[in-house]
């Protein structure tokens, strides 16, 4: 790295003096572990946008940049380490997939964290009879996400965000999403699970698609500590929009 020229003391009380070797080239590995540990969190990509598969986007957040990897045999071993800690892949679902396998980006192999956005449409007005949407998509779901997380060997992380089609007869889907949700909080490295209604519009000539402009309202949540997804009632309409 470039010599800066400024005599800074660091932590250990080196300055950048005596980090710059002979031949005016900076000692990158002389500097304190926490602080190559500092450079190597800065040199994270934030987002980084996969090629879509069968419907569904892949997003990677603070991922490890491939050129980073080839300076030499440490850098390359100090870098993936902390990119280890901190790597995410979003997988975001726009009621588009029908749980075709997914191919993980070689990027994000080694992620330990795995966020997923799953948009549930239900057109049916009769949940008197099994016919609410949200329950098959809600199996198909699970069957890929634990088949993904099986794949992903380091994973101690996911979190699942789920879009209900805010219609008249959401109730009944959030009923039927209840008394299904093993399927989900039986995953072994969930963190979290977040139901949220948002709008979905329907076109005239049956074309429709999800309005995640606007706000989204927060109505089921599970955590760790929860035995059961719990509606959350009266709580203001969440910000949070996906990656
Ligand atoms: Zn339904």
Known sequence: ???????????DGKTTESLVKQGGVFDFFN?????????????LQFKVKFESQHGVR??????????????????????LERAEKETCLVIVDRDHFHGEALELPTPVKYAR??????????????????RC???QEVRMHRKWI??????MKHLNSISIKVLLDNHPFVRD?????????????????LTSVEVYHCDFYQGDNGTGAWNFQRSRKLV??????????????????AKEREC
């Open 1 to 11: 790295m470039a010599r800066s020229g400024i005599s800074r003391p660091s932590p």
């Open 31 to 43: 500097l304190p572990r926490e602080l190559r540990d500092q450079i190597y969190a800065d040199c």
């Open 58 to 79: 892949l997003r990677g957040r603070r991922v490890a940049q491939g050129s980073l990897l080839q300076i030499n045999h440490q850098f390359r071993h100090e870098y």
């Open 113 to 130: 964290k795995l966020e997923l956005h799953l948009a549930l449409a239900c057109d049916s007005p009769d949940h008197v009879i099994d």
């Open 133 to 135: 949407k949200v329950v």
């Open 146 to 151: 634990g088949d993904l997380a099986d794949r």
């Open 173 to 189: 889907c959030g009923k039927r999403l209840l008394s299904e949700q093993h399927r989900f909080t039986n995953l072994e490295a």
């Open 220 to 237: 089921m949540q599970w955590s760790p500590g929860k035995s059961e997804l719990q509606r959350v009632e009266g709580v203001a309409a």
